[in-house]
C-alpha cells in the first residue's frame, strides 16, 4: 500500500495500520508507527467452505488461522502481523466485525493484555466494567451512562494491563455503542449517529458517539447483569465468586482449545485473581423496564463515588 493512502488507527492504546478500513477507530497521526497490522493478502490455504463453519487452527505452523465462511480468513502471523483474505465480492464492512472481536481480542491477549467481553465507562474518573451474557443488555445500559453524560471506554472488548503496583489499567476501544432500534429508541443518546446496519435482518446497529474517553483509566468496579427485579441493586461476590465472574466473562477461555502453556494459564488466573482483589466484583440487578435505566445509573455512580471514601 502507497504511503499515503495509508490507514492509520489508534484503539486499545495501540497504532493500528490496516488495509481494510475501520471506520469505528479513531484515526491516528500519519506519522506514527503501527503496533499491529492488517494485511490484505492471500493466507496461503485454501479457504473453508460455508459448511465447514468458522474454522479456529490454532495448529498451522504458519500462524494461527482463523475463519468466517463467505466473509474472511485470516492468519495471525505474529504479534505485530494479521494476514486477511476476503471471500470474493464480500463488502468491506463486514470483515471489520471479526477484525475487530475475536481476531484483536487474539491480538490484545497475545500482547499480554488481559480482555473481558464487557462494556466499561468512566464516572467522575472511575471505571466500571458491565459483564454480562450475549443479550444480557450491556450496549444497551452503557448507552444510559452516555445519556447521562458519563463517557464511553468501550462496548466490547476491554482491553486491561497492570501497571508497576498491579493496578488495572483500561485502554479506550471506540466511540460506537451497538443497539438494537427499540433501545436506542428509548435511550436517545444526544449527539449519536445511527448507521446502517451491516446487512439486513442483524439484530443491531452501531451509533457513532461524538466523544468517548481516550485516555487510559483505572478500573474500580466490575458488574455482571442480571435483568429483573423490581429495583435496582448491587450484590458484591466474596473473592472466589467474583475470581469466577471474572474468568467466565474473559476472552480466553472463548479460545478453549487452544494450546495455552502452563504460564498462559498462570497469567491469565494472576489477572483474574488481582482483579477480584483491587476491584469490586458484583451483581448488578436491573429492571427489566428500560424507562427505568436512568436509576441504575444513579446507584452505580453513587456506589463508585464512595470508592476510596
Not at 177 to 185: H, I, M, N, R, V
Not at 223 to 246: H, K, M, N, Q
Amino acid at each position: 500500500m502507497a504511503e499515503q493512502s495509508r490507514r492509520l488507527y489508534e484503539a486499545f492504546g495501540l497504532v493500528i495500520e490496516s488495509d481494510i478500513p475501520l471506520d469505528e477507530l479513531r484515526p491516528a497521526a500519519p506519522d506514527e508507527a503501527p503496533d499491529i497490522r492488517f494485511v490484505e493478502r492471500p493466507i496461503e490455504r485454501a479457504l473453508p467452505r460455508r459448511e465447514d463453519g468458522i474454522v479456529m487452527d490454532y495448529h498451522d505452523p504458519a500462524g494461527v488461522v482463523m475463519a468466517w465462511p463467505d466473509v474472511a480468513a485470516f492468519r495471525l502471523v505474529d504479534k505485530a502481523t494479521v494476514w486477511v483474505e476476503k471471500y470474493p465480492e464480500v463488502p468491506e464492512s463486514y470483515v471489520a466485525f471479526p477484525i475487530l472481536g475475536p481476531i484483536m481480542a487474539w491480538m490484545l491477549n497475545w500482547r499480554d493484555f488481559f480482555v473481558i467481553h464487557a462494556s466499561a465507562i468512566d464516572i467522575n474518573g472511575k471505571t466500571i466494567a458491565l459483564m454480562g451474557d450475549k443479550l444480557a443488555g450491556k450496549s444497551t445500559t452503557a448507552a444510559a451512562f452516555v445519556r447521562a453524560g458519563y463517557p464511553l471506554i468501550t462496548d466490547d472488548l476491554l482491553a486491561i494491563t497492570f501497571d508497576s503496583q498491579r493496578n488495572p489499567v483500561c485502554h479506550p476501544a471506540f466511540p460506537q455503542l451497538k443497539l438494537a432500534d427499540d433501545a436506542a429508541a428509548s435511550i436517545q443518546v444526544a449527539g449519536a449517529e445511527a448507521l446502517p446496519l451491516v446487512y439486513e435482518g442483524f439484530s443491531k446497529r452501531q451509533h457513532k458517539l461524538a466523544a468517548m474517553r481516550t485516555q487510559a483509566a483505572s478500573l474500580d468496579y466490575l458488574a455482571t447483569l442480571d435483568r429483573g427485579g423490581s429495583e435496582p441493586a448491587l450484590y458484591p461476590f466474596d473473592t472466589a465468586a467474583a475470581i469466577a465472574a471474572i474468568n467466565r466473562f474473559s476472552y480466553m477461555p472463548r479460545f478453549g482449545d487452544a494450546p495455552w502453556t502452563r504460564e498462559d494459564k498462570a497469567r491469565h488466573f494472576t489477572a483474574c485473581a488481582t482483579l477480584a482483589d483491587r476491584a469490586t466484583v458484583a451483581r448488578l440487578q436491573i429492571p427489566d423496564d428500560l424507562g427505568r435505566l436512568h436509576e441504575t445509573v444513579e446507584l452505580v455512580a453513587n456506589a463508585l463515588d464512595r470508592i476510596g471514601t
